[in-house]
């Protein structure tokens, strides 16, 4: 203070501009304080009318959805509001015909903006779990105000065949759910196999369309596999379509059906099946529509058709049909 005094003291112009600029730039301040204050508020008023129009449209079809009759082809049926593509309608489709528990277990989520159940668990009132491998899931759910809102159990964990069930257990669930939903772009298919805490009546899971519809393959199993780490493509993950329509018929599941964007794949427990359309993979399969593959450098390629096939053709893979694990280009189509 003393020295600020004599400063002025000495040159009392030099305080004076000093002064000034301080003044003026407090208030330029003041005013960029305001402007981001006025732009937060006209975004949250954005969000808020967006998410109306949202709810509006989503009872709009979820409404269109459930006046459509048993064994409607599940194309049909699509619409999107949380889901990444169409899920969200073919999810409603399927409830609609069922006794359905209101009750779900989602992994693979990331944040869960965008997820098969939250439709569910917002619109339908269902109760359920998600998981996923990211360490600040819990938090950032939370920050969406979804588990004070709803009935919400959140766990961090990266999924194995060997945790899986004590995950889905340790959070209170077990016995007969509306739907499973897997998709964790590796070892799905060594995943939903392992399951036997609960009895899903739906269950959505994600396979590799650039398998095609005809080899019965999956990835070997490795607990800690990343699609990421595994090949620079990111082509190389999950199991094929009828690697899963197997498994699914071994644990008492009927085929009903792939999304239009190609990438999920729809059973119903077969005691439950009567009201869909019960396809083979060859009708079903629905190939992949998004290119998103990388090359050596991590630099997007976007390879599609059978490029994609000759990127990984030289990865190991189970044949289930002979139990071997060869390389994906020596496994002989049915």
């Known amino acids: 203070m003393l ?139 939370a920050a969406q105000g979804l588990p004070m809102l709803y009935d919400l159990e959140v766990r961090s964990a990266f999924i194995t065949a060997e945790n899986i069930n004590d995950l889905i257990q340790g959070a209170g669930i077990s016995g007969e759910i509306g739907l499973l939903s897997v998709d964790i772009d590796g070892n799905d298919y060594w995943v939903w196999k392992a399951i036997t805490c609960i009895q899903p009546q739906i269950v959505v899971v994600e396979y590799n369309a650039v398998f095609g519809s005809k080899r019965s393959v999956t990835i070997p199993y490795e607990p800690s596999f990343t699609r990421q780490q595994a090949h620079h493509s990111w082509l190389y993950f999950g199991a094929s379509l009828r690697a899963l329509c197997n498994l699914g018929e071994e644990k008492g599941y009927a085929f009903v059906g792939c999304n239009g964007a190609g990438n999920n794949a729809y059973f119903v427990r077969k005691d439950l099946a009567a009201s869909f ?58």
């Open 3 to 141: 020295k600020r005094l004599a400063r002025d003291t000495a040159d009392p112009m030099g305080g004076w501009f000093r002064s000034l600029f301080h003044r003026l730039g407090h208030t330029r301040s003041s005013r960029h304080h305001r402007r981001i204050q006025l732009v937060r508020t006209e975004m949250a008023a954005l969000r808020r009318q967006l998410a109306t129009t949202m709810e509006l449209v989503a009872n709009t079809e979820a409404k269109r959805v459930s006046a459509l009759p048993p064994r409607t082809p599940l194309r049909e049926t699509e619409f999107k509001v949380y889901s990444q593509f169409g899920d969200d309608g073919i999810i409603q489709y399927l409830i609609t015909h069922l006794p359905a528990v209101p009750c779900f277990v989602e992994f693979g989520v990331e944040d869960y903006t965008e997820a098969n159940t939250r439709f569910l668990l917002i619109h339908n009132q269902w109760r359920g779990l998600i998981l996923d491998g990211r360490p600040d899931l819990d938090a950032v759910v």
């Open 277 to 334: 359309l019960s396809l083979s993979p060859e009708i079903g399969f629905q190939d992949s529509r998004f290119r998103e593959s990388r090359d050596e450098q991590g630099r997007m390629n976007r390879l599609s058709g059978l490029a994609r096939l000759e990127a990984i053709a030289d990865l190991p893979v189970v044949d289930l049909e002979s139990g071997q694990t060869i390389a994906l280009r020596d496994v002989q189509s049915p």
